[in-house]
């Protein structure tokens, strides 16, 4: 369980992602009763921390913090600037003790002058995805994702995708109600559908039609039911091909991706808030239990008991 958190920065660092790191752990939310974190922004040495925006930070704690850390976070960093050598040891001492590692953005390149990326699946911004690749050949770089999980490796792509891989690290750690909670809090959507493509070749999708929300608002509202793409393109007086493109350009992913992943989120909450069977639940979104079993093994590493025995809220 993660108690303590470690923001890692030197010369360089980006301070909007920073920003991301510390408004996803060092930020008290206990009136909301959501766990608090022992949170701290670190650098090789205490002092005066430049940014790439042309001002300074004062960072009060060095690196015996990472030592202590349950979380260790690299936020963005100029790619061409050399990482420091106790940078690299701090890193690769918190993965010898098995503390989760993150980075966002850049910050990938870190991870990777540390060796904490040879063999794993890993990810940056798309603009320098094939950098990382070239630099870290050992790599397995993703280019079309948010975030990639190669535990205990949690690596994420441009500035708000940090928001992405924290929530979805709260998720895992806390459940999906208090996830849920945080994103409120933040005003950001609880989870983002799709990658970095829908970012990068269509920014604005060119939308002559009406949205898909109404349809999308129904399909929450009968998860229970088929949910095919004839029944829904129907729903949206389109043809299946119009409507399956359209679904793509504005969720950034296929209408059974994002179906499966609504009716796991649904699952998630009926397995924290009500005691109802497995069974029942699986029925209520539209699963068997065999196949909830698997889709939720696939998207949180546990069974159904299971996540319910680590994330219920009934007593």
């Known amino acids: ?26 930020v008290d939310r206990s009136d909301d009763g959501l766990p608090t974190f022992d949170f701290a922004v670190c650098a090789p040495r205490p002092g005066t ?33 050399p990482v420091p050598d106790e940078v690299i040891e701090a890193l690769q001492g918190a993965y010898a003790r098995g503390a989760r590692i993150m980075s966002v953005c850049t910050g ?13 699946e890993c990810t940056t911004h798309w603009m320098h995805t094939a950098e990382l690749a070239e630099r870290f050949p050992a790599a397995r770089v ?75 608002t129904w399909i929450l509202e009968h998860l229970d039911e088929p949910l095919d793409v004839p029944t829904l393109s129907a729903r949206a007086l389109m043809s299946p091909r119009t409507f399956a493109r359209r679904f793509r350009a504005e969720t950034g992913t296929t209408p059974h991706a994002w179906i499966t992943a609504q009716r796991v989120r649904r699952a998630e909450q009926l397995l924290e808030e009500t005691d109802r069977p497995v069974e029942r639940i699986a029925a209520e979104v539209g699963f068997t239990p065999a196949v909830l079993r698997h889709h939720l093994a696939q998207a949180r590493g546990l069974s159904p008991q299971r996540y319910r025995r680590r994330f219920s809220a009934v007593v």
Do not use: K
């Open 1 to 26: 369980m993660i108690t303590n958190v470690a923001a890692l920065v030197y010369d360089g660092v980006a301070p909007f992602e920073l920003g991301v790191v510390c408004e996803s752990w060092g």
């Open 49 to 81: 921390v430049a940014t790439n925006t042309g001002f300074a930070l004062q960072v009060e704690h060095g690196l015996e913090r990472v030592a202590a850390a349950d979380l260790v976070v690299v936020p963005a960093v100029g790619r061409q600037r």
């Open 108 to 120: 990938a390149f870190a991870l990777g002058a540390a060796g904490l990326l040879d063999g794993r």
């Open 142 to 216: 993703i280019p079309e994702v948010l975030y990639v999980d190669d535990a205990p490796v949690l690596t994420s792509a441009g500035t708000a995708a940090g928001l992405d891989a924290s929530l979805y690290l709260w998720r895992q750690e806390f459940g999906s109600a208090a996830a849920n909670q945080v994103a409120r809090r933040m005003v950001v959507p609880p989870q983002r559908e799709g990658g970095q493509a829908q970012f990068i070749t269509n920014p604005v999708p060119a939308c002559d039609a009406e949205t898909l929300g109404p349809v999308l």
